[in-house]
């Protein structure tokens, strides 16, 4: 920027700055987002030919903590597949009640930290106490935005979002922020259930199809490095950061 370019925005209205501002964003979210008829467990708002689905609110958090989701998920095969180790510094986003929060603090140890993040408050609240209940002090509950994990750049290993991606209202900001907060060669783990799959009981708008997350994912900076189907209902699509 010149001099005299600067000069020139140092003396402009602060609400001309701002409405300015405003205006690219906007711009730039429609260049990303697409609005369409609104479907029944949808938002009316597509990206890349998908529309996104509605948020599980936190009255539904009995549904996260259910007895029979280990057997439905298998997170203990989930978790085998993350390669967790003592010392990392990993990310739960969509964290909800932190139930993989929880699961992966003992498996990084007392060295190693578990960022719970969620956009509710009310989730962050039912999280934190859980985990203080289970005295897990390595977890840290993390408010965070709409379009913004709230993370320190370069400061994680691993980021993992559990049924998560699909609901984001945006996703291409939010995985741009995920980018940013992993260290150099971090991975992104996007579990989803599978579209592909008629058998799987979940509303088709709350899955999606391994081509649909390798399609959304190039769009960052990350590479795909595979895909697990080793879990009864969902994928487990992994990336690494560039």
Known sequence: MTPCRRTILRWLPASWLAAAGMKVLAQNETALYTRTRRSADGIGKSYM?????????????????REEREKEERGDLLLRELGLKQGMTVADIGAGTGYYARRMAPLVGSSGTVYAVDVQPEMIRMLGDLAKKAHLSNIRPVLCAVDNVRLPDASIDLAIMVD????????????????RALKPG?????????????????????????????????????????????????????????
Not at 164 to 179: D, G, I, R
Not at 190 to 208: F, G, N, Q, T, W
Not at 218 to 238: D, G, I, K, M
Request: hydrophobic residues 45%; neutral net charge; without cysteine.
């Open 49 to 65: 030919g998908r529309e996104i689905s509605g948020v599980m609110g936190w009255q539904g958090a009995a549904w996260l903590e």
């Open 164 to 179: 998560v991606y699909h609901e984001l209202e945006f996703p291409y900001q939010v995985m741009e922020s995920v980018v």
């Open 186 to 242: 971090g991975r992104v783990v996007l579990v989803e259930y599978r579209a592909e799959d008629p058998a799987v009981p979940i509303k088709p708008l709350h899955k999606m199809s391994e081509a649909q997350v390798k399609k959304e994912a190039a769009a960052q900076a990350l590479v795909y490095e595979r895909t697990a189907n080793t879990l009864p209902w969902q994928h487990v699509v992994v990336f690494r950061k560039k």
